[in-house]
């Protein structure tokens, strides 16, 4: 849905480069567009417009947090000046993955596919918040050894308690009790198909309805159209086999059912910006297989 994705800009999230950054920005200019290989936390604190991403355009509000994962493009289209606190940190430094059983929040706020909806904040939630980024902000002034240490168990605090904001807001809905049963059903579906299956005429004829009408309902209830869901699921299982096993390429796109390497490349290089191939070298250069944090840090963490 984004159209013209902008640049990616790789950040290496090492001592040499700063694996978390923070922006205070006034967002006024027709369109603002990021891209980066940071996971980033978009903190709306004044005014309205639009907010889009390959897969996702919506209005925002003041006071709503939105997560986008690393090489994620995204945009805002202002229809008011913005006011933006913008959180950015690489996995290099905090690997959702290694550490969701603690902070839960890969599925809540990173990686979610179903229900990608903002995080919306209270003011007492707001000053808690804003609270946590001040002290990474006051640490990051600092240079000792116990900085890297510090900003780190306060972006782990910080992301607990947007995770249970989240989790405990619940998702409108959009639609009778009877349709929730059929998201239910179509959830199952694509997690289940989404590999072999990557065609929406399959999922409505599962769901005995047609393509037009199953478009329709995800719209809907999803703010999806299918076929983004569908693509969504194969990008984060293609991203997770190109960090984690040491698979050629094409066997990646027969595993997921691509009808060759070239076209999954493409499907790959369209949606996060770079090759398959150069994803996984760059990130395996930056990440070389450990989290950057010190080893100290690294002990007491159970």
Known sequence: MLTGIPPLRIYKACLEKDPLLLHVMEVS???WKTHSNYLSIVWIKRGEGMIETDFLRTKYFPDSIYCFNNYQAFSLFPQHTTSVELLLFHPNFF????????????????????HATPVMVQQEDADDLTQLLNNIRQEKDWENAATRELVFSYLKIFLVKLTRLKTIQKVPAASPKSVSVNAERLVTLINENFITQ??????ANAMHLSVKALGNYCRLYFKKSIS??????LLLKAKWELLHTNNQVKSIADSLCFKDEY???????KHIGISPKYFREAEWQMRKGYLAIPEEMDKTIV
């Open 95 to 114: 690997c959702i993955e290694t550490y969701q059983h603690e902070v839960g929040c890969n599925g809540v706020l990173f990686n979610e596919v179903y």
């Open 198 to 203: 990557h065609k929406p005429s399959f999922y």
């Open 263 to 269: 076209y999954f490349s493409r499907f790959f290089k």
């Open 228 to 233: 983004v869901l569908i693509n969504e699921k």
């Open 29 to 31: 200019e027709k369109t």
